[in-house]
């Protein structure tokens, strides 16, 4: 295989619209080889809005004390579940804000229990409740969850600390710590980073890109910056347009498809807000990974990481536009499947 140096990556990422189909094809080839061209469902429950942090992008962000604050009931978990396993997804995740108090860590212990028990184990749960401790990522583990997705958002340190408070509850060191304490407990271990973050470069984003390479992750969720009227960093100025934001994710993902083909990488949600149609978009230049909403729409309103983010209900007409949407990409839905990394498989055994 060809050494792909930071300089290609940097070229890749600089291409403008009209140059990119080399590298969107390349990106597809790879993706066909090393993927087996499935594409994954994962069933997405955004469990709580309540969150310690006060990370200056988000919309869930301690200090936003105009959002009204929710956790869904473990009736309400085990019913979106319910519809997951029935609609022959196969795997699940459970999203939230961050939270470190004993009772919380029981109650996610609780529900990973309970539907590893009434599923028999065949409804993987991926996580992604941010910085834990090793005491209850191993609790987690060893309950039954398989995956754990935390975006280190840059790699950049002084980025870093643009869009994060420079204090003990957001360390940038921790956070990648964390990411090696996953792999140390046999996670399949997710990262991601924002595109088009200001002052942000395309040098930071080829960095990303080698970040997450050399910490050898297993699966990537990445997505455009788009901004939050009740956050801080809305009113910092942005080089990047929506649109620019938006064909850099692509050229990111494809990026990435070529760096690490077998890994697992998502078509996100925040760039369906730009496009509405990114998701065949993403999975034709790499993406193997699609997240449909499972949250009950009642609390979806409360669970705005960014404005404007797209609310669709997840029925079977929903499920029918997503097989036509993976066919019309060239790909196929691996149904009743974990969907799990293979660059895992082939890290582990």
Not at 36 to 57: A, Q
Not at 198 to 206: E, G, K, V
Not at 283 to 298: H, Q, S
Not at 309 to 323: L, M, P, R, S
Request: charged share 20%; aromatic share 10%.
């Amino acid at each position: 295989m060809q050494l792909i140096t930071k300089q290609n990556i940097i070229q890749w990422l600089s291409y403008d619209e009209e140059h990119c189909s080399d590298l969107f094809l390349k990106a597809q080839n790879s993706k066909k080889q090393f993927t087996k061209n499935k594409v994954f469902l994962r069933g997405l429950i955004e469990y709580s809005n309540v969150c310690s942090k006060n990370c200056l992008y988000c919309g869930l962000r301690s200090h936003n004390k105009i959002l009204q604050r929710y956790t869904l009931s473990e009736e309400d978990v085990l019913s979106a579940a319910e519809f997951a396993y029935q609609s022959k997804f196969g795997s699940i995740v459970i999203q939230a804000g961050e939270n470190q108090s004993t009772k919380y860590t029981n109650t996610i212990t609780n529900l990973i229990d309970k539907i590893q028990n009434i599923y028999n184990g065949q409804l993987a749960i991926t996580l992604s409740l941010g910085e834990q401790s090793k005491e209850t990522l191993t609790q987690w583990r060893n309950a039954g969850a398989k995956r754990y997705l935390l975006r280190i958002e840059t790699s950049n340190q002084d980025l870093f600390y643009s869009i994060h408070p420079n204090d003990n509850n957001h360390s940038f060191s921790n956070r990648i710590k964390i990411l090696e304490v996953l792999k140390e407990l046999d996670y399949q271990v997710g990262t991601g980073v924002m595109i088009g973050l200001p002052n942000q470069t395309i040098d930071n984003l080829a960095d990303d890109l080698l970040f997450m390479k050399n910490i050898d992750i297993d699966m990537i969720g990445m997505g455009p910056y788009i901004e939050h009227s009740d956050t801080p960093l809305y009113a910092s100025k942005n080089t990047f347009s929506l649109k620019e934001r938006y064909l850099l994710t692509l050229k990111m993902i494809a990026s990435m498809r070529i760096l690490m083909p077998d890994i697992n990488i998502a078509a996100t949600t925040a760039l369906q807000t730009i496009e509405p149609n990114s998701r065949e978009k993403a999975i034709a230049v790499g993406a193997n990974i699609i997240m449909p909403n499972i949250t009950p729409l009642k609390y979806r309103e409360q669970y705005l990481l960014y404005e404007n983010k797209v609310q669709q209900i997840v029925d079977d007409d929903y499920i029918e536009n997503i097989k036509k949407c993976v066919q019309s990409a060239d790909s196929e839905i691996g149904w009743n499947d974990f969907g799990n990394s293979l660059h895992y498989d082939k890290r582990v055994f």
